[in-house]
């Protein structure tokens, strides 16, 4: 039928910052890998060399992700693009769990650039077909790129992971956001699920610093309180509101967020921080699993999104809640 590639004509190929993901994907989603030789040269510049074999016509999931070492990720993922596209590659998907430079969706002042437009242009100019990210930071990324681009929702992952480790004691969970922004994501949850919900007012003064100035929604003395948000950097947007919730009697905070960037002495930040109990993250971000961090992997629902776009199939009824 068309629209639907047979398996052979569908291939998995990574970039060097997600190697261990992308073997999971490819083995949840029952494809092959091919291989590429990434180096560099002394001065830093990528070299992609040895394409493994044939991609000419096939449909190529390219992994890689925008984490930590942003810049370099993002130019070997261009690199890889191109490289796809001059052997002739069907249709080239990248996979990006994380989208750099998400957080820079729109103009602050007069005379600013809009990088996230800009790396969606990248992508798009380098090869890429079709783009797949996961709980993008912005409603407006997708329209930043000239063609389909599935954002995929890691959220029915959180449910799953806070019902089993809760028990029966999820029911009266209360789902705070950090900030008015991320209000909507912590309604889908708490609408689904029949739970109370809440959120603070944030201001940054400048960035990577975060002060909490208001608490709006229901009283959580006793409470387990879920802090819900799509990405911790450096740690700064969960302490304070997690502090103000322990003095409000809060039992237990819990952090959830997809994207571990976790810059800097963040790890050690959130150890240290005695009115935050645990932090649930996603592997988006490549990140070890120890102390309060634990790690939901992605590879399985990846996988799944890999074989629907495949086969034509719906990418958003595998993440409803």
Request: aromatic residues 4%; hydrophobic residues 40%; contains cysteine.
């Amino acid at each position: 039928m068309e629209g639907i590639e047979m398996a052979g004509d569908v291939a998995i190929m990574h970039g060097t910052a997600c190697e261990s993901q992308a073997r999971r994907i490819a083995e949840s989603a029952g494809l092959p890998i091919i291989k590429a030789d990434v180096t560099r040269f002394k001065n830093g510049e990528v070299s992609v060399k040895n394409v493994g074999e044939s991609v000419r016509g096939k449909r190529i999931f390219l992994v890689q992700t925008g984490g930590r070492d942003v810049n370099n990720e993002l130019i070997e993922t261009l690199v890889l693009l191109d490289a796809l596209k001059r052997a002739g590659v069907g249709k080239a998907v990248a996979v990006l769990p994380h989208f750099p430079y998400a957080r820079q969706d729109h103009k602050d002042g007069e005379r600013e650039p809009i990088s996230a437009a800009l790396v969606a242009s990248l992508l798009k100019n380098a090869g890429a077909d079709e783009l797949v990210s996961v709980d993008l930071h912005s409603s407006a990324l997708p329209g930043f790129f000239e063609g389909n681009f599935e954002n995929v929702r890691a959220l029915p992952l959180f449910r799953d992971f806070l019902k089993q480790s809760l028990g029966s004691s999820f029911k009266d969970v209360v789902i705070v956001s950090p900030d008015f922004g991320g209000l909507k994501r912590v309604e889908a949850l708490a609408n689904q699920e029949s739970l109370a919900y809440g959120a603070f007012n944030k201001h940054r003064p400048r960035p990577s610093e975060a002060h909490v100035t208001m608490y709006l929604g229901p009283d959580v003395r006793g409470k387990t309180v879920v802090l819900l948000d799509d990405m911790i950097d450096s740690g700064s947007s969960m302490l304070p509101p997690s502090s103000a919730l322990k003095e409000k009697g809060a039992k237990k905070v819990i952090a959830c967020a997809t994207h571990a960037i976790f810059s800097g002495n963040a790890v050690e930040k959130l150890e240290a921080a005695r009115d935050l109990d645990e932090v649930i993250v996603t592997d988006s971000v490549p990140v070890q699993e120890g102390g309060k961090i634990k790690v939901i992997e992605l590879a399985h629902l990846l996988g799944r999104v890999v074989n629907a776009m495949s086969e034509g199939k719906s990418v958003s009824a595998l993440t409803r809640l």
